[in-house]
């Protein structure tokens, strides 16, 4: 079984989801245009969804389920 671990030259290990967790800290977050949350209202219309904001994004739900989320 293959190991998932990165070797440096310093014998510094990290595992991917260690690498993964990095890049993300260092990404800055951007939230969903009200643009894009009103095209995709225009879809789910015809759809009995629910409209909700979660954290400052638009969530849709159909019978309590999240069906779609816009981050």
């Known amino acids: 079984m293959k190991d998932n671990k990165i070797k440096f030259k310093s014998s510094l290990t990290l595992s991917i989801y260690q690498i ?3 890049v993300f800290s260092m990404t800055k977050w951007k939230k969903a245009s009200e643009e894009l949350g009103e ?3 225009e879809y789910v219309a015809e759809y009995d969804a ?3 904001k ?3 994004s638009p969530v ?3 019978k309590e ?3 779609m989320a816009m981050a």
Request: charged letters at 10%; aromatic letters at 28%; a neutral charge.
């Open 65 to 67: 389920n999240m069906f």
């Open 20 to 22: 993964f967790l990095i």
């Open 39 to 41: 095209l995709v209202g």
């Open 50 to 52: 629910e409209f909700r």
């Open 60 to 62: 849709h739900f159909v």
């Open 54 to 56: 979660m954290f400052g």
